[in-house]
């Protein structure tokens, strides 16, 4: 339970019906209260579902910007991870996020804040029917906790090895995604500071990204990214049609993200504001997919698709900060800068030999910071974000977990080794590692 | 919001609740009319993602079936025009379809029909409840105008330039989609002259296969598709797996596009009838699918997996005109007949030497006339369609659509050109227009 | 209709409404009875188009898993059975499965046992409102007979012809699966049995594993899979990345399929079990696919993709017959044994020459049997399932299935032949057979 709609739905139900009178209009707040609970889980399911695709989307993604010796070691990775994010927000993520509900859940005590379900056919005399099932709620927030892991397998691909990488994963799911995702969603201290993050440009998108950067910092480029005489050398991606199938997945997946953090679909009001956050959402993506095209027709006379995949990835992170509140024409200007930002920041970080194969830090970090920054040129949907407070959530969300992700990794660095051998990258990490193509019938290049 | 469904919701609500009396059944109304504005809202919102679904679908089938030497530009293309889609029918193409709404929401006057949302957190009794939010409208509505245009991509692939392409795309998405679409949907002419086409057999598929078949004559076909002696040289599409990942994407998004045109899912006669066309769709996809398979065994001695994908699509197209009232038997009979016309207009085409590089004419155009006419096997949902209503209809659309189309795509090759030149042609436009491979490490035949 | 939830819905609704009186009270049932109608029906729509799209898991993952030159036919088979069974259960299956509604509602009488749809625009005053559309219900259902025939795919890929394949997936979808599903969701004799498979364990996925394993016994493996002196010649998939796509697929339709065998959400308590199966059934995919990477890299030293895959698919077939009862550990437990079955079972059946191109008997056959077993861990939902009752219905589905499989298969191979010829193979089917490459441009290996 994110902290932003704590509405008092029987006070709705009532209005709803007002003027009514006796019995008759109690048992009809009743059944309000029951068809906004039936609604509202319905969101999370239907929201929880498209966001769980988003890892199919990241796989998929990550699959065709890679090189093909690192296919397999890709898609490995990016299963395994959404496992143990599955695993790891049960066993401790959820309980550390909301701690009210693992107190009165939990069962294996102050160890594990293990979830818990509600009992099967729950009685609605004793439920709170105010929100929405716990499975539901418990199915949507998961797949956030998800969402951060993937970001950081496609900066960090083809060099890293498979189990310090599932290591780091253990770690982000079960402690630091959830930490920091408590501090304002969980109603802890960044929401009471005044941070307005609707859907989590910050809390999942700049904290998935920072991730990214310690590891990347950490691991170092892939051999032979940077001569020594400056020159950036390309690895093109060995497959852009899985590229942009991942995107679309992105894209499709998205609807969920932004629209199930409305957390409520259960009265007039909600579900418009759900229908504002679709419109808006689909906006932003597509100005930053087309801010990206012009821009790099403009810059190198080429358009460039994987700029534009990128563009319409960074559009959709920039509007998650706050896809309610703005315009469909403002939407579009957050969404278009956006898209500028990565085609401005993939070459400044290869300036700095910072190695990011699928560009994720632009896309999540960058424009994820931009995303939360233009909350304040609506105010956000509460109408009171204000720049201090944005700046102030941002700057906390990525020191905590730009930093504990860097003493993650040094650790594992400094114990099971972190990095593949220079053959084995060299090799490829699929016939190396896994001694397994992904295309093995296929001449490579 | 198409004209077919203006039920006045509150009357519906009433007889739903009769006899009951005074406070209690005001109240109840009210709340009848809540829930079916959320449910119809709802209707939309995931009709919308699934129809959004089929940008990926067509980008999927048409990736798969031009050269590999050619992918990188189709998935350029198909991800741009989507975004263009999105911008433009925002614009002005919302606000052309449906007058009524832009002139009141329009905030650039009569120059832009820009299309306006309704505020964060409506105030139902300041709303008209009887319908939708305008914000799942116009996101449901947007995704049949970009479908349109991903149409064209298809047909003009191998061949035109991308931004000549696009250009069109423009117009196409903000102008003459819209104007035809008006027409029906927009409570215009058509509507009242009675023609009937729920879904757009012929507003959309047949329309976007006029606008593909004016750029294939304009265009001109692909070097060394047709020898001189009059031989048809076949060009097999490089990734027949993505070909039907994206015709099995196109089938599911086609739920959305049929089952959402009941646009109401408020009362149990409209779910039923949004059932009602799930089943019928479905069938018809099945049937021409396995028409095209039997047709092309016997023809052929051998199944042909291209033909079977576009009798599925032209089962579904055929469907789409009126997808409610068939019997599932009609609706195999309308489903399979449209996966014969595939496989009897695909090699007319190239008779005729008009090079549709994806087969979008035969699936979208001919199967589109066809699903039209059959409208009136049933007379329609409505009971009223006439065979020359519906001709009517099918000509004024296509008129109006092929006409602009072709002035728009011969003024485009008087001015900025339309076609890559030969020795662009001939590397494939992936490096010599964009520098980007879409398989830069698997050798090519 | 499964016979699980035959919940007097009026009694529900009027609970939920006491204590209220008179007309106001009347017409407060009568509306929430609608509302249930059209959740339910709302629950079947979602749901049967996520089981659908599990038809493009199916084909994105044998085609990922079969070597390239038999790629284009493993997609025509899979595309072309999912028509088949469209037409077969509208045909026969469904009115063998729920003999009670064909009765009433099939126009050839006791030939064929047609489906219809209700009336377009039903009239609630002559419907029953206590369930959910008769359009829905079909839709939702015959997704889960053609899954049943997706699993046998796979099995007997790269050496059964097109046609006998085809003719078996007739008989499989109009009357092996419906006869053996209307055992227990039919309200036949194994459901007064006690036998208990919420969505599916054994009715689909041991009952298409069990003819998979028929045909793979008749048809004998591929030639050079097993060396004379016992040793298996691994033939590993062409492209892995398609593969992974088809089980991301496959476990978000697996949403659908177990949450829409909930049968209902109209209620609080129906729309909360729906959540826990989300949540379960999610937790037991992660499981299974963590299960299998721990194991083989235990095992092999090295982590398995393809068994990752396998395993979260296990997973998912194992909660599937009680995806509601378990808590989410339990689902843990249940998936993850899954996991360990396919890394156990994969092996044995090289061991008995029994060749399973994509692993689908230890996926569907192995863990549809554990999860059929597993439901005595909780009793399952309704809390009276018993060992006695679960194996009784195992062993009935499967020998019916296999037998009746066997017999079928043993006659097309003595009439029109069952297996490609030797040259016919080694060529590939896609050359020999159909005449067109799955990707002509790119080099074999």
Known sequence: MKTKYLIPLAAVATAALLPSVGVAQEAGVEAAAHTSYILTTLLFLVGGFLVFWMAAGFAMLEAGLVRSKNVTMQLTKNISLFGI???MYWLVGFGIMYPADWLIEGWLGPFFAVTALEPVALDPAEASLDYASAGSDFFFQ???????????????????????????????????????????????????AGFSDFAGSTLVHAAGGAAALAGAIVLGPRIGKYSKDGKVNPMPGSNLALATLGTF?????????????????????DVADVSRIFANTNMAAASGAIAALILTQLIYGKADLTMVLNGALAGLVSITAEPLAPSLFLSLIIGAIGGLIVVFTVPLLDRLKIDDVVGAIPVHFFAGIWGTLAVV?????????????????????????????????????????????????????????????????????
Chains 1, 2, 3 share one sequence.
């Open 249 to 269: 997945i992105l894209w499709l997946g998205w609807f969920g993200f932004n629209g199930g953090s409305q957390l409520a679909m259960g009265t007039v009001s």
């Open 85 to 87: 994010a599955a695993i």
């Open 377 to 445: 040129l609506t105010g956000g949907y509460h109408g009171e974000a204000t720049l201090g407070a944005q700046i102030l959530g941002i700057v906390a969300v990525i020191a905590f977990v730009f930093v504990s992700s860097l003493i993650v990794f040094y650790v594992l660095k400094a114990t099971i080794g972190l990095r593949a051998s220079e053959e084995d990258e060299i090799n490829g990490l699929d016939v190396s590692e896994l001694g397994m193509e992904a295309y093995p019938e296929f001449a490579k290049g």
């Open 142 to 192: 998961l797949m956030f906790c998800a969402t951060t892991a993937s970001i950081v397998s496609g900066t960090l691909a083809e060099r890293i090895k498979l189990w310090p990488f599932l290591t780091f994963v253990v770690v982000l799911t079960g402690f630091i995604y959830p930490i920091e995702a408590s501090w304002q969603w969980g109603g802890g201290w960044l929401s009471e």
